[in-house]
């Protein structure tokens, strides 16, 4: 192996077992230890349906194997290969298969397959209502992130920057698109989010990127991160969360760069805050929720891209992406606890312990059920009491 390609690989597994709390920052900051939870008064009540072990859940490795719910069953995937398919109402189990191989992205799917990354750099096709392989195709690099379908092809991006788009029938190739990769990223990618007519994901260089479905044509790029600093672990600017579209506005955020909401159409940017995340985002109540670099939880409006509020008491304690559910933001945290903040004003209204080995994955909704897969395998569904 090279020299330089041997120091890359070192680096990036170093971020990622750091939890990538502090990596990037200026030499100024100086890493603090995870806030200690504060009691407050409960204003709801959380009630867990139902959970499940999912096999040993992501076994000990910074993954983030993300079940995928379509109609009515969820399913999930450990990181040995454990496949199950659970009646998202009471968790009943509906079958299970085993695949012996390890699994290193989460699970994507449509009407009639779900699909997975295995650590051998392939993306598996497996039928919906039994598990039984229809196909796999061999990538250039191992895939982190959760493939996505439209029923018509399957889109997945791998570790280095390559998004490619498969027949969902066949896994034949359809198109594949070479991003320009930086020297160092964060480990870890975003998964695109597809609609009718686009593909949009982002980029480790900071890059969010729509194409045609169709051609895999780049129909814009806009930078949403701008490499800046000496180093380059200053200049690390990836996004690794998933966008999120509403009413033809692409929501995004990047690590040590900034929040922006984006015209799908046109990739023209509407506004932009300065911001530092390398997951997801979320919206509710005509907000935008992020989980920020350093674990602050913060509300910015949609339409005016003005703060709301912040909550700053879950500091340094390695959230997930947010989630609105109900009239809450929900967050999880390393310890496993589940955090449900106000959406009005980001007060603490409940909190339910999961599992102690904490929780990494983003959480899932379905009607009024939330959904959370922790560390190392148990999937529980809660309800707040009415």
Request: hydrophobic share 40%; charged share 20%.
């Amino acid at each position: 192996m090279h020299a330089s390609s041997a120091y890359k690989k070192l680096v990036v597994l170093l971020l990622s077992l750091s939890a990538l709390l502090m990596v990037g920052c200026s030499s100024d900051d100086v890493e603090e230890e995870p806030m200690e939870l504060e009691d407050f008064d409960e204003e709801i009540e959380i009630i867990k349906v139902w959970d499940e072990s999912i096999g040993d859940g992501h076994d000990e490795q910074f993954l983030t194997l993300t079940p995928i719910i379509i109609g009515e069953t969820i399913y999930a995937i450990d990181h040995a290969g454990e496949l199950l398919a659970l009646n998202k109402s009471d968790g009943e189990e509906l079958w299970e298969v085993e695949y012996d191989e390890p699994v290193s992205g989460g699970l994507g799917g449509d009407d009639s397959q779900l699909y997975f990354a295995t650590y051998h750099g392939e993306i598996v096709a497996v039928d919906r209502n039994g598990g039984m392989e229809q196909w796999r195709v061999a990538l250039t690099s191992e895939v982190l992130s959760q493939p996505v379908s439209n029923g018509r092809q399957v889109v997945v991006q791998s570790i280095d920057g390559k998004v490619v788009s498969l027949n969902a029938q066949s896994g034949k190739l359809m198109w594949r698109y070479d991003s320009n990769a930086p020297v160092l990223s964060i480990r870890g990618t975003a998964s695109p989010v597809i609609t009718d007519e686009f593909t949009v994901t982002g980029f480790a260089n900071g890059e969010l990127v729509a194409f045609q479905n169709i051609t895999g044509a780049p129909v814009w790029s806009n930078s949403i991160g701008t490499p800046k600093g000496r180093t380059e672990l200053e200049r690390l600017v990836d996004i690794d969360g998933q966008p999120v579209i509403e009413d033809d506005v692409v929501y995004s955020v990047s690590y040590q760069g900034k929040l922006s909401a984006i015209h799908l159409p046109t990739g023209k940017e509407i506004w932009s805050k300065q911001q530092s995340s390398y997951r997801a985002v979320d919206l509710g109540f005509g907000n935008v929720y992020v989980s920020t670099a350093k674990d602050v939880v913060v509300a910015y409006s949609q339409s005016t891209r003005t703060e709301v509020w912040r909550q700053e008491n879950l500091k340094f304690r390695q959230l997930t992406a947010p989630k609105a559910f109900g009239s809450t933001t929900v967050v999880a945290d390393f310890e496993g606890y589940v955090h449900f903040l106000s959406q009005i004003d980001g007060r603490f209204m409940g909190r339910v312990h999961l599992d102690s080995d904490g929780v990494r994955t983003p959480m899932l909704i379905s009607d009024d059920m939330l959904f959370i897969y922790s560390n190392s395998g148990d999937l529980a569904a809660y309800k707040i009491a009415l």
